[in-house]
Antibody, heavy 120, light 110 residues
Framework: QLQLQESGPGLVKPSETLSLTCTVS??????????WGWIRQPPGKGLEWIGN???????YYNASLKSRVTISVDTSKNQFSLEMRSVTATDTAVYYC????????????WGQGTLVTVSS | QSALTQPASVSGSPGQSITISCTGT?????????VSWYQQYPGKAPKLIIY???NRPSGVSNRFSGSKSDNTASLTISGLQAEDEADYYC??????????FGGGTKLTVL
């Protein structure tokens, strides 16, 4: 059974960098059939797509976040990561990692989510 | 990229059918058959219930169905049950090679 688990600091100061890692177990991140992505949800609000990456390193980002975001993959650790720079209070959210099938909108496995609060 | 438009809330009585709409443009919903729907309970991760407009993952009740007409996708839940009370989100691929979610719909089972 595939599992995804987010990890990283729960508190980040304004203007600093948010860094999260998603560890994939029960399957290989190197499969050519999938994209691996990040989605966030501010408290009490809706979902926002952040970006995707393939095992090869190809990335796609939300245009509104692209200048501050980098998603990377480490196939040796079966992990992919999110880095968001210059954070503000509006970046406070639950951050989810998820798997999506290529050539499909099937985003079938999600992590449980991790709350990141931006505050001094 | 603007969020897809969903009604903020819908409600129905047990046994009834309800439909949640998701309106976009020809650059997203209308242009691709990559619309998916997610069910989310409070404090939980979203769960995939419909993908690629009409497909239902294994294990999802056949009371859930999806469709699309022009720039509007729809999720229909038939035989409404108390356990269906949750938030529902649509999601679509866009011409910008990005993905966009709807604002979410809160379903209340009366």
């Amino acid at each position: 059974q595939l599992q995804l688990q987010e990890s990283g600091p729960g508190l980040v100061k304004p203007s600093e960098t948010l860094s999260l890692t998603c560890t994939v177990s029960g399957g290989s991140i190197s499969s050519s059939s999938y994209y691996w992505g990040w989605i966030r949800q501010p408290p009490g609000k809706g979902l926002e797509w952040i970006g995707n990456i393939r095992y090869s390193g190809n990335t796609y980002y939300n245009a509104s976040l692209k200048s501050r975001v980098t998603i990377s993959v480490d196939t040796s650790k079966n992990q992919f990561s999110l880095e968001m720079r210059s954070v503000t209070a509006t970046d406070t959210a639950v951050y989810y990692c998820a798997r999506r099938l290529m050539d499909s909108g099937r985003r079938d496995y999600w992590g449980q989510g991790t709350l990141v609060t931006v505050s001094s | 990229q603007s969020a897809l438009t969903q009604p903020a809330s819908v409600s129905g009585s047990p046994g009834q059918s309800i439909t949640i709409s998701c309106t976009g443009t020809s650059s997203d919903v209308g242009g691709y058959n990559y619309v998916s729907w997610y069910q989310q309970y409070p404090g939980k991760a979203p769960k995939l219930i419909i993908y690629d407009v009409t497909n239902r993952p294994s294990g999802v009740s056949n009371r859930f169905s999806g469709s699309k007409s022009d720039n509007t996708a729809s999720l229909t839940i038939s035989g409404l049950q108390a356990e269906d009370e949750a938030d529902y989100y649509c999601n679509s691929y866009t011409s910008s090679r990005a993905w966009v979610f709807g604002g979410g719909t809160k379903l209340t089972v009366l």
